[in-house]
């Protein structure tokens, strides 16, 4: 169980399913994100309007993943492979993000102006700290050619994102989707995003062969994974 990791919770725990799958020989790792921002809901208090506008970026939400190794042909698919998975978490960036559990229950606070900027500042560094070691950059490869699978968290974020990786229209936009429709789903966002990703390459037409998925969360700590596409199953409907 993973708790109190927030909206990194999601690329943590298939962090952590992936090495489960792979050190047990035929395991079958269900990985389950559950969310209930409710709970952490409060009437006006000394931070009011701030904190009922936060409440309101947040919703509730539910999603399931079955991570393994070695699939079973024909009877499993694999969707996308989890090539490598890392965590890296900004020194002295601890009060920018963080969660406690109070005596009212579970509360948090999210300092924006500074938040936005230092998520898109750090992301390339974690992006090509990713890609290198696996020789796919030497070949030529840009953050334009892959797709994208990172946890929206606020519109501002991805705004800078788009723009400190210069990103053509449209990369981030399962992002924006799932955000759009259910808002900020803390730790679970990121299974809706993986999915919304895998129907725009099996009924929208959108490819890319290799992509990363992204989790930020407190600490300041980003959960950085690289996915291989495997194109036969997403071209086959399930």
């Avoid at 499993?76 to 090539?83: I, P, S, T, Y």
């Avoid at 963080?98 to 102006?113: S, W």
Wanted: glycine content about 10%.
């Amino acid at each position: 169980m993973l708790n109190l990791n927030g909206c990194s919770a999601g690329a943590a725990s298939l962090r952590l399913a992936k090495d489960l799958a792979e050190n047990n020989r035929g395991a079958r790792v269900l990985v389950a994100c559950v969310e209930l921002t409710i709970v952490a809901f409060r009437g006006p208090e000394e931070d009011y309007p701030n904190r009922l506008i936060s409440q309101a970026v947040f919703g509730d939400g539910a999603g399931t993943v079955i991570v393994g190794a070695d699939a079973v042909h024909p009877v499993e698919r694999a969707l996308f492979e989890m090539v490598s998975a890392s965590q890296t978490t900004i020194p002295a960036t601890d009060g920018v993000l963080n969660m406690h559990l109070t005596e009212a229950g579970l509360d948090g606070h999210i300092f924006t102006r500074e938040l936005v900027p230092l998520a898109a500042q750090q992301i390339e560094q974690c992006l090509t700290d990713a890609f290198q070691p696996l020789g796919i950059m030497s070949h030529g490869t840009k953050w334009n050619d892959m797709f994208f699978v990172v946890h929206p968290g606020l519109r501002g974020i991805m705004d800078h994102i788009d723009r400190a990786l210069r990103l053509d229209p449209g990369k981030l936009a399962a992002s924006r989707a799932v955000l759009r429709e259910y808002r900020n789903m803390l730790g679970a966002t990121l299974i809706f995003v993986l999915n919304e990703q895998r129907r725009r390459m099996e009924e929208v037409g959108e490819t890319g062969e290799w992509g990363v998925m992204m989790g930020f969360g407190p600490g300041f700590t980003v959960e950085t994974m690289v996915l291989h596409a495997v194109a036969s199953n997403l071209r086959n409907k399930i």
